[in-house]
């Protein structure tokens, strides 16, 4: 069988306004009129749209009979404005007139060519509702510059011949749609421009479609590019590349210089960990327990701006810490009454006052923390039997030996995972809570390492664990820890599926800053709830949407400040080895 008979469509039909190319629907329209001037690359936002093929005819033009046809033109709008008349067709005189002198000059001093150009549109669809919509998108795209596009009526075969793969157009529809421009205008027209990103340093991500280099500084960005910080969401079905990409960008940050923590409840990084020589720490018992009230001495945040969490307040560290505290055994016991909450506090702040703890006390001065044991046990002289139930287990049961006791948890290195892998067959509530534990503690080590100034990434990976409608601090702590973390010298990478969760009614005030706030976003394949909310959440173009719904793996699209790209994410072989 021949090539031909393999790439051709099995039938083609022809209409007044319309064609068929076998099971999809098409349209050739043509660009009638061109504003007087134009910008660079006018033609990219008809070549960007979706099932929309640009075809560019160049025609020869005599200069001579152009010059002649100027010089006329001139004239004829002199004596028009030198009769006078109304306001308006004098205006438009007056711009035609300068107009025709400006083309003049060019091609008389500047000895610019002049050709004849005829812009042909095929927009395809797969049905005639989408090919209405995405002409009328054609339509839209070509009235804001100035332009105005028609389906070429009773000449769709002519137009086929023009606009599809022959590009031969015939000479009675050259005569009709093709208008005369200088060679400076059409250059500008070229639609293919690559609107890749290149800082100049930083990380290597991959390549956009025109082949080039996506580089990336998210630390020290050039001025211009719109990046307020440091922060990276990598956003995407499961099996859409998103580990992969990840380990990629830490691996490269982390022989740049930065310091790598991960929240890992996949146990998806325990390999590259041990790959770099790193610290792999199990963090779903004994061994690397992290006690929740436990306060790490941390230098004092003399610029907070605002009343988050992640610093100390004005009551010192015992007060913001105590709030972490309640928050998590929230997320442990959700759904407690008003008074079991107050009984909580009370609790809580009994089993501090038992170790010399109050608000103004030095961390650094406690040897011996109070734990969740010590909670308990005020619970249960409280008289609130329903809470100390709830709370049995986390003191003396099955999960004891995730909170009931001093840290354990070794020093965390240059590269450090936190692991909470063996938690999977635990409750949500008990995944969620060390998961939020655990979180706390590496925010706790970026605050300590400030005074090194050492760049620090923390990585929360299956960060929609923490979307708990019944307890938002979790979500409201992530949202503050993002805004605070670049003072830090920090920068939060946050993965994760499942969008609408942070969008959810009694989330959304907290959640979608966590998801928008980022000035960096990687977006790759999404499913069609996650597509619709980032559609309207991060204003996606219709080909982008396209994009996002039919992604290969590893493939997506990189929003960088006000830059954006789609983007092959690449790994060289030696780290191909490390991340497998």
């Not at 009769?83 to 060019?106: F, H, I, N, T, V």
């Not at 996949?266 to 009230?293: F, H, S, T």
């Not at 400030?450 to 708990?468: I, M």
């Not at 309207?536 to 997506?556: C, P, W, Y």
Request: hydrophobic share 45%; net charge negative.
């Amino acid at each position: 069988m021949a090539l031909a008979d393999l790439i051709a469509p099995a039938a083609i039909s022809f209409a007044a306004q319309r064609l068929a190319l076998g099971d999809q629907a098409a349209r050739v329209m043509a660009i009638l009129d061109y504003p007087p001037r134009v910008g660079q690359a006018w033609l990219s936002r008809l070549a960007q749209l979706p099932g929309v093929a640009v075809s560019v005819h160049l025609l020869p033009a005599d200069q001579l009979e152009m010059l002649k046809s100027l010089n006329k033109s001139i004239q004829e709008y002199a004596s028009r404005i030198a009769a006078g008349g109304q306001a308006l067709a004098l205006s438009r005189w007056e711009q035609s007139l300068d107009d025709a002198k400006l083309l003049l000059r060019k091609i008389d001093q500047e000895q610019q060519r002049v050709s004849r150009v005829a812009v042909l549109l095929l927009v395809t669809a797969a049905t005639d509702e989408e090919l209405a919509t995405r002409c009328r998108q054609v339509e839209s795209a070509c009235g804001g510059p100035g332009m105005r596009a028609r389906a070429l009526s009773f000449r769709q075969e002519a137009g086929l011949t023009a606009a599809g793969p022959w590009a031969m157009i015939p000479q009675d529809l050259a005569q009709s749609i093709a208008r005369e421009m200088p060679a400076e205008t059409i250059a500008a027209a070229y639609p293919w421009v690559a609107a890749g990103i290149n800082h100049g340093k930083g990380v290597v991500w991959g390549r956009d479609t025109a082949g080039g280099l996506v580089l990336v500084d998210r630390w020290t960005p050039p001025d211009g590019s719109g990046i307020t910080n440091p922060n990276l969401n990598v956003l995407g079905v499961p099996g859409g590349g998103k580990s992969f990409a990840a380990k990629m960008v830490l691996l490269r940050e982390y022989a740049l210089g930065a310091r790598v923590l991960i929240l890992d409840p996949e146990r998806e990084y325990r390999g590259i960990c041990k790959a770099v020589g790193g610290n792999w720490v199990n963090c779903a018992g004994g061994q690397g327990r992290v006690n929740p009230l436990e306060i790490r001495p941390a230098p004092p945040d003399t610029d907070r701006d605002d009343d988050d969490e992640p610093g100390h307040g004005v009551q010192g560290p015992l007060a913001a810490h105590i709030q972490r505290v309640k928050t998590w055994i929230q997320l442990y016991v959700p759904g407690l009454g008003d008074v079991e909450r107050a009984t909580l506090d009370d609790a809580i702040l009994a089993a501090y006052r038992e170790q010399g703890v109050t608000w103004q006390t030095d961390p650094a001065t406690v040897s011996t923390w109070p734990t969740v044991v010590d909670v308990y046990r005020h619970v249960q002289t409280s008289g609130q039997e329903r809470l100390a139930v709830l709370l049995r287990s986390a003191a003396e049961g099955a999960d004891a030996a995730l909170w009931a006791g001093q840290s354990t948890i070794p020093p965390a290195g240059d590269f450090t995972v936190l692991d909470i892998r063996d938690l999977t067959e635990a409750s949500d509530n008990v995944r969620r809570a060390q998961y939020f534990n655990v979180l706390g503690y590496a925010w706790d080590l970026i605050r300590l390492g400030r005074a090194t100034g050492q760049k620090t990434v923390l990585v929360v990976d299956e960060a929609w664990l923490l979307a708990d409608p019944q307890t938002p601090q979790a979500i409201g702590f992530l949202r503050d820890l993002s805004k605070r973390i670049r003072k830090y010298r920090g920068s939060l990478v946050i993965i994760t599926q499942n969008v609408v969760d942070f969008l959810a009614p009694e989330l959304a005030r907290l959640g979608q800053p966590v998801i928008s706030n980022a000035a960096c976003k990687l977006l790759m394949r999404q499913e069609s709830r996650d597509l619709e909310a980032l559609r309207e959440l991060l204003r996606l173009s219709e080909a982008e949407v396209d994009l996002l719904a039919s992604a290969k793996r590893g493939e997506g699209l990189l929003l960088a400040g006000n830059q954006r790209v789609r983007v092959q994410i690449e790994a060289a072989p030696h780290e191909l080895e490390v991340i497998a």
